[in-house]
């Protein structure tokens, strides 16, 4: 089982990003998915989830109305589209299969 994430970088407040999480080694259209955050020594934050065919999505407060989380199953691949980035979503973006996590991407939001 495997996930790796891209997309992440350095964007000025009001940018945007498209974070990707590419999965393998599991059914990955039968399952829910969750991206989370995580700033320096915080613990993980649960940003978003989807659930199976992408008709569930649910968000944290602070994201709702900025962040889209959507899935391509034929690709088995979890978006996460941000949009209006302000400082506050700069951390290590994660996404999650159960408890299996990938390695991360950075996103930083700064002038």
């Known amino acids: 089982v495997q996930l790796v994430e891209s997309g992440g970088g350095l964007v000025q407040p009001g940018g945007s990003l498209r974070l990707t999480c590419v999965a393998s080694?599991?059914?990955?259209?039968?399952?829910?998915m969750r991206w989370y955050r995580q700033v320096s020594g915080e613990e993980r934050e649960l940003v978003a989830t989807?659930?199976?065919?992408?008709?569930?999505?649910s968000y944290t407060n602070s994201v709702k109305g900025r962040f889209t989380i959507s899935r391509d199953d034929a690709r088995n691949t979890l978006y996460l589209q941000m949009n209006s980035l302000k400082s506050e979503d700069t951390g290590m973006y994660y996404c999650?299969?159960?408890?299996?996590w990938g390695q991360g991407t950075q996103v930083t939001v700064s002038s």
């Open positions: 999650k299969w159960l408890g299996v």
């Open positions: 989807i659930g199976v065919g992408g008709t569930y999505t």
């Open positions: 080694g599991f059914a990955f259209s039968n399952h829910g």
